[in-house]
C-alpha cells in the first residue's frame, strides 16, 4: 500500500483536533443530563451550549473556507452564534438556559456530526498556510471555551462537580514575598515565535519603559485580606469612580466565592468549603478589586509591557522568551495549568522551575493576571478573523498568565486575554509594580 504525502503532513492537524475534542468531552462526562441546560447567571453558559458552540464555530471556519458550504441547521446556528454578525442574529446571552431545543442529545449529535465533517475536510481538502492557521485557530477557541466551561462549571456545581482526573494542591512554606528590580529601555512587545498565536499577539512593537518593580508572586489571599480587614471595600478613596459603584450596587465586601462562617471567611470552589489558604494567589477578583489593592498598598499593576518583561526578558543572552522559562512547552513541574488537574491555585514557590530570568514566579497558570493596559491592538494590527477579537477593542483590560483552568496547548507569555474591569467569575490575580 502506498502512502498519501500530503494526508501525512495532515496528520499532526487530524491529531490535535481530536486531541482537543476529547478534552472538551472529558470536561462534561460526570455531569448528569440535567446540569448540561442550568444557567445560573447572565454570564454563564449552560454547558449545553458550550458544546454546541465549541461545534459550530468550525461550521462558521469551513465556510469561510468552502464557499458552498452549506451549515447542518438554522435553528442551531441561532442558538449556538456567540455575536458573530456576519452569521445571523446572535442570542441573547443571558437567556442561552431558556432553551429547552435543541436538546442535550440533540447537541451531542451534532459535536459527533461535526467531528466527522471537519476530519473530512482536513482529508479531502489542499490547504495553504493561511486555512491551516484558520483551522487550528478553531483548535484554540475551542480551548478557550473549555476555560469558560470550567469558569462556569464552578459557579454552577462547585464542589458536587466530579472531574475525572484530581490531584492535591501543593503546599509550600515560608516563601519570601519580594519585589524585583527591571531595568527600562526599549523594549519589544509581542509574540516572536514560529508556532500558532492570536492576531492581537501581532505585530511585535517597541515600546519605552522606565526602570520599575514588580512582585515575584501574585498578591496572595493573606495580603488581600489584610485590604479586606482594614475597610479597603468601605472606603471610596482606594477605588475608580466606576468601580465604586461596583461595590455598593452588588454590594461586594471581598472576593467572589468568598463569605464568612461563624466570623471567619471562607471560600467555596472545586475544593468544597473551606478556610482561606493564606498563601495560594487571591483568586475571583475584578480589575476594579485589583487596581483598589495597589493604591492601598501604595503600589500600581504593572502595564502589559512590565508584565511581559518580567516574564520573557533574558538580560544575559539579550532575547526573549517564549515562557518565563525559555522556548520549551509547559510541564507540571513549571506551572498549574489545566492537565495539572488540581482544580484550583497552588501555593506560591511551588514551582521554582518555572522561574523567569528576571526572578518572578508563577507567571504561566494559577490566576490569570490583570494588567494597566488597556486591550486594543497593537500598532499596525491586522485582523485573522473579522469579529472575533477587534471587536472588543474598548472598554476592556489586558491579562497575562493564563490560569488553573488554561489548557496548557494555548498559553504563551504574549497571549493576551481581556475582560471588562468588573468581571471576576474567571480565575482572576494580579502582582504590583512600582515606579523607581
Keep these: 500500500m502506498t502512502s498519501n504525502p500530503e494526508l501525512e503532513q495532515k496528520k499532526p492537524l487530524i491529531e490535535q483536533f481530536r486531541e482537543t475534542r476529547d478534552r472538551t468531552l472529558e470536561l462534561v462526562k460526570t455531569l448528569e443530563k440535567d446540569d448540561f441546560v442550568i444557567q445560573t447567571a447572565f454570564f454563564m453558559s449552560p454547558p449545553k451550549w458550550h458544546i454546541g458552540h465549541v461545534s459550530w464555530i468550525y461550521e462558521a471556519i469551513i465556510s469561510k473556507l468552502d464557499k458552498n458550504y452549506e451549515f447542518y441547521s438554522k435553528e442551531f446556528s441561532d442558538y449556538l452564534n456567540s ?61 478557550q471555551h473549555q476555560e469558560l466551561l470550567v469558569y462556569d462549571l464552578q459557579h454552577l456545581l462547585a464542589e458536587q462537580y466530579r472531574p475525572t482526573t484530581k490531584k492535591e494542591i501543593l503546599k509550600q512554606d515560608n516563601v519570601e514575598k519580594k519585589s524585583v528590580h527591571i531595568k527600562g529601555g526599549v523594549y519589544t512587545l509581542g509574540y516572536n515565535g514560529e508556532n500558532y498565536c492570536y492576531d492581537i499577539e501581532l505585530p511585535e512593537h517597541k515600546v519605552y519603559l522606565n526602570d520599575y518593580k514588580i512582585d515575584t508572586f501574585p498578591i496572595t489571599n493573606q495580603q488581600f485580606m489584610e485590604f479586606v480587614k482594614d475597610g479597603g471595600y468601605e472606603n471610596y478613596k482606594y477605588w475608580l469612580s466606576d468601580g465604586w459603584e461596583k461595590v455598593k450596587a452588588n454590594k461586594w465586601n471581598a472576593p467572589m466565592y468568598w463569605e464568612k462562617i461563624e466570623g471567619e471567611w471562607n471560600v467555596r470552589d472545586f475544593l468544597g468549603i473551606n478556610k482561606i489558604n493564606p498563601n495560594q494567589p487571591v483568586c475571583h477578583v475584578s480589575y476594579y478589586e485589583a487596581d483598589a489593592y495597589c493604591k492601598w498598598a501604595g503600589k500600581r499593576l504593572p502595564t502589559e509591557a512590565e508584565w511581559e518583561k518580567a516574564a520573557c526578558w533574558n538580560e544575559e543572552k539579550q532575547e526573549k522568551t517564549t515562557y518565563p522559562w525559555g522556548n520549551e512547552l509547559p510541564t507540571d513541574d513549571k506551572c498549574n495549568l489545566l492537565e495539572s488537574y488540581f482544580w484550583g491555585c497552588s501555593e506560591i514557590g511551588s514551582f521554582p522551575n518555572g522561574v ?32 472575533y477579537n477587534d471587536k472588543w477593542f474598548t472598554n476592556q483590560k489586558v491579562l497575562r498568565g493564563g490560569s488553573f483552568g488554561t489548557p496548557k496547548i494555548s498559553i504563551r507569555a504574549s497571549y493576551r486575554n481581556f475582560f471588562r474591569l468588573d468581571e471576576r467569575w474567571l480565575f482572576s490575580g494580579f502582582r504590583c509594580a512600582d515606579d523607581i
Design 83 to 143: 455575536y458573530y454578525q456576519q452569521f445571523g442574529t446572535p442570542q441573547d446571552k443571558g437567556l442561552r438556559g431558556i432553551s429547552s431545543r435543541p436538546t442535550v442529545d440533540q447537541i451531542f449529535q451534532y459535536f459527533n456530526t461535526i467531528n466527522q465533517r471537519v476530519e473530512k475536510f482536513i482529508e479531502s481538502k489542499s490547504l495553504n498556510e493561511n486555512e491551516i492557521k484558520l483551522i487550528t485557530m478553531g483548535f484554540h477557541h475551542e480551548c
Design 356 to 387: 523567569s530570568y528576571l526572578g518572578c514566579q508563577q507567571m504561566i497558570g494559577d490566576v490569570w493576571e490583570w494588567t494597566s493596559s488597556e486591550f486594543t491592538g497593537y500598532p499596525g494590527f491586522k485582523t485573522g478573523f473579522d469579529e
